[in-house]
C-alpha cells in the first residue's frame, strides 16, 4: 500500500541558508505529490506541489523537484527567513484511492 | 469560493464519553472527503475518506467511526472515547483528482 517517509525530523539552519527536505514512498502508482506548511496550532497549508508528469516545479524561493525512478520527492527552501520556520510535510496521492497520506512532518527552524 | 468549516474548536471530554465532531464544505459539490488526527508533535494520520456520499473508507479501525449523510457533511463520531483520542482532528476537501486539499480549522480534542 501506500506509504511515505519523510526527513530529517528536524532541521535547524542560519538565515539566508537552504533547507531541503526529502521524502521516499513505494507506490509507484502515486502521482500527486504536495507539500504543505503548518506553523503552530495552524491548518496546514499548500505551499507548492508537483504531478508526476513534472521534474521539477519552482515558486520563487521554493522548488520541489520530483524522481519517479528513485521515488523521491524534496522540498528546496532557498534564502530562508525566521518566517519559514514551521512544520513542513509532505504529501501523496493516488487517482486509483484519492488517498490522500502525509508522511511525519519536519520541523524547520530558522535562526536569525 | 469553496469554505470549510469544522466545530468545534476545542472540546474535553470525559473517557467513555461520545464523541461526534461535523465538518462542512461550502461551495463546491461531491468533494473528496478527508479526517485527519494529529497528536501533539506528530505527523498527520489520516482515519478515514470519502469520495462520495455514504461511501467511507476507514484506515485506522479503533474505536472511530464516520459518516457521511450529505454531500459535503462529514462527521467523525465515536461511542465511548478513550484517552488515547486526544489530539488535533483535521477535516479536509478536495476537488478530487490531483489538486489540492483545504483544511478546516481543526478540532482539539481532549480526554480526560
Known amino acids: 500500500g501506500e506509504n511515505v517517509e519523510q526527513h530529517p525530523s528536524t532541521l535547524s539552519v542560519q538565515e539566508g541558508d537552504s533547507a531541503v527536505i526529502k521524502c521516499t514512498y513505494s507506490?509507484?502508482?502515486?502521482?500527486?505529490f504536495p507539500w504543505y506548511k503548518q506553523e503552530l496550532g495552524k491548518r496546514p497549508q499548500l505551499i507548492i506541489d508537483?504531478?508526476?508528469?513534472?521534474g521539477e516545479k519552482k515558486d520563487q524561493r521554493i522548488a520541489v523537484t520530483l524522481n519517479k525512478t528513485a521515488k523521491h520527492f524534496s522540498l528546496h527552501i532557498t534564502e530562508t527567513q525566521p518566517e519559514d520556520s514551521a512544520v513542513y510535510f509532505c504529501?501523496?496521492?493516488?487517482?486509483?484511492?484519492?488517498?490522500?497520506?502525509f508522511g511525519s512532518g519536519t520541523r524547520l527552524l530558522v535562526r536569525p | 469560493s469553496q469554505t470549510i468549516h469544522q466545530w468545534p474548536a476545542t472540546l474535553v471530554q470525559p473517557v467513555g464519553s461520545p464523541l461526534s465532531l461535523e465538518c462542512t464544505v461550502e461551495?463546491?459539490?461531491?468533494?473528496?472527503l478527508y479526517w485527519y488526527r494529529q497528536a501533539a508533535g506528530r505527523g498527520l494520520q489520516l482515519l478515514f475518506y470519502?469520495?462520495?456520499?455514504?461511501?467511507i473508507s476507514s484506515e485506522v479501525p479503533q474505536n472511530l467511526s464516520a459518516s457521511r449523510p450529505q454531500d459535503r457533511q462529514f462527521i467523525l463520531s465515536s461511542k465511548k472515547l478513550l484517552l488515547s483520542d486526544s489530539g488535533f482532528y483535521l477535516c479536509?476537501?478536495?476537488?478530487?483528482?490531483?489538486?489540492?486539499?483545504?483544511f478546516g480549522q481543526g478540532t482539539r480534542l481532549t480526554v480526560v
Open positions: 479536509a476537501w478536495s476537488a478530487g483528482g490531483r489538486t489540492e486539499a483545504f
Open positions: 507506490d509507484s502508482a502515486s502521482n500527486y
Open positions: 508537483i504531478r508526476s508528469n513534472v
Open positions: 504529501a501523496l496521492l493516488t487517482d486509483s484511492s484519492y488517498k490522500l497520506i
Open positions: 461551495g463546491t459539490s461531491n468533494p473528496n
Open positions: 470519502s469520495v462520495g456520499i455514504g461511501q
